[in-house]
């Protein structure tokens, strides 16, 4: 590993003027490439205290061993050498989209003496015309069938066209009139050129005129009594429509415009691309990306600008670019694009309107092709198998951690600290077997100690689970820590057995009947009679440590304990000074990661319901046993909560289905409550008076006196 100062340049050595920066390692090769506004400013921020920097930057600056730099004249040159040089060095530090498929477009080949229509993937070539990219090729061959009616464009290969003008005898295509036969002279190379270019405006999106060209060719058709040419006509006119009615109107203006959305975590990125032609949506494609470098979504966005546009020139460039973040500055990004394109390309952000529903869409597809991506390989029976043995090996188990157990801690500054457990069995989700928990035993923020509560928690109740199926071995004679009381039965300097357990299957997304275990004499399965093999903590030391000293006080030692820290994605193993690291491309890591990442989106979804739920809640919400529908038929009754105070418990009886019992619980958690503060028109900051207003839950209202 260098030291970043052994080839830091001199002071008053860097130039203040715009220019592209090179870090070589210490072969010589090219390890990052970064453009600045001011070398000077950009190049410094690299050789501060390497505790100040991103953890990916200072992996980055202590591999290399030079760094040198060349002067442009203006921002856009730099942009422009920048990606001369990504594309020249393929840095390994740099952000580098790669496709998440081969996507196939629809080409012209306007190079050739008689242009081609045909299906082409991979780079693009000098002279060809392309339209999409598709999804499939399949809609591309369906397009061109219905065109090739009105647009007989050669679609023969080099071979069979040379052929056909070698016997004098068109293929089949052109005995079925949808191929022009220019390889036995049927018309001439302008023609046919004429036909291309006709086939490639339509497809760019100028398709009104054209049609309404065809519709008065075939009124007039009709008029000189020409049945048969008018209703030829006709049926080219219903060709072209079917062919324009697979690309449905997303735009009313007929903008041509790409639109393109950015999903992200924290290691990778997918980028969705729209191209809208016309109005329409005239091809898609998608890439993936390692974030190998620290960048934030205006600079995935600048990274996709460039790997999208760098070889394009002139309408393949649109009017329009709409993004989720501008690069900072915008202003060289939108004058590199408009220089590609040859007039002004509006870059921005679409604020309101059918472009930001559509922008809406592709970032929808954006998150779904990231989740894609993550999950593709954990479909793979084998792909799952080795991953579970790199765990093992890693870790140092004696076999495959056939359940993997993790845990997260979520809170909100302290507020509504909760913990949620996800299970994986042989490398897949087990949802029937996920639980959450409410930290009640302390109030504010420790994740240490509520980590620590919770995995005691559920292996309490694992303990306990053994005593009542007679697993428990009495002659064993485990130590005091391993004697696992009933919670009820526990000492009062145990506060981890005293906290209560909220455990909540999710019904919503796994039925129930899929859930595992040993099951109840009702046949309902026990919730945690199943140990992990591992256990998994979203943390480092601190979290592991805690882990596992739970488990050790109560005397659970078979099963692993492992922390996953989200900085540098490091394996932490309790009583170890160093971390394990697993490389980048490892399944095993790859799994552990997905563990992590479904239990932090547990535990987050579960606190911000919480949270919502506790910013909606009103007086009646805290008196126990009350539910929705008596809460309704009270206000109802009575008309608003202030009203309800002030009732008697003989009042409070009246109302149907309210007993004695409940009532005077209501009039006991109403006298004990705080009135509520007056309602307060925000408009005029008049106090409304108006009782009725009570009633209206505090969420609703305004700036309270």
Known sequence: ?????????????????????????????????????????????????????????????????????????TEVEALQLEYSWIKEFDPRFNVKYRDDKSYPSLAVTLNEEFPRVQVMRGAKKKGVRYFGPYAHAWAIRETVDLMLRVFPVRTCSAGVFKRSAQIGRPCLLGYIGKCSAPC???????????????????????????????????QEAAEEMEYEKAARLRDDIGALKRAMEKNAVVLADATDADLIAVAEDELEAAVQIFHVRGGRVRGQRGWVTDKVEAVDTAGLVEHALQQLYGEERGDAVPKEVLVPAVPDPAEPVAQWLSERRGSLVDLRIPQRGDKKDLMTTVQRNAQQALALHKTKRASDL????????????????????????????SHLQGDDVVASMVVFEDGLARKSEYRRFQIKSFAGQDDVRSMHEVVGRRFRRYLQEKQKLGEWEESAEPDEAAQVPPAQEAPADAPLTDAPLTEEPLAEETPADEASGPLDDDGRPRRFAYPPQLVVVDGGQPQVAAAKRALDELGVDDVAVCGLAKRLEEVWLPDEDDPVVLPRSSEGLYLLQRVRDEAHRFAITY??????????????????????????????????????????????????????????????????????????????GEIIEDEAASSAPSANRGTRS
């Not at 792909?383 to 890693?394: G, H, K, V």
Request: aromatic share 6%; proline share 6%; net charge positive.
């Open 1 to 73: 590993m260098a030291d970043p100062s052994s080839y830091r340049p001199k002071p008053g050595q860097i130039p203040e003027s715009p220019g592209v920066y090179k870090f070589r390692d210490e072969h010589g090769r090219v390890i990052y490439v970064g453009k600045a506004k001011s070398l000077r400013q950009r190049l410094s921020s690299y050789f501060q205290d390497l505790a100040n920097l991103h953890p990916r930057t200072r992996t980055m600056v202590t591999t290399a061993a030079a760094v040198e730099w060349t002067v442009v004249s």
């Open 382 to 409: 084998t792909t799952r198998s080795r991953a579970l043995e790199e765990i093992a090996e890693a870790l140092g188990l004696d076999s495959a951690p056939l359940r993997v157990e993790c845990f997260d801690i």
């Open 607 to 684: 606190q911000r319901s919480k949270r919502a739920k506790s910013l909606k809640a009103g007086p009646l919400d805290s008196v126990p046993g009350l539910g929705d529908s008596r809460k309704q038929a009270l206000l109802k009754h009575f008309g608003s909560v202030k009203r309800l105070r002030a009732a008697t418990v003989e009042q409070i009886c009246e109302v149907p289905g309210v007993g004695r019992k409940t009532a005077e619980t209501v009039a006991a958690a109403l006298t004990g409550a705080a009135p509520a503060a007056p309602a307060v028109n925000t408009a005029t």
């Open 184 to 218: 036995v002279g049927r018309v001439t190379a302008e023609e046919h050129r004429e036909l291309a270019d006709e086939f490639c405006d339509f497809m760019a999106g100028r398709t009104g005129t054209y049609i309404r060209r065809l519709e008065q060719r075939m």
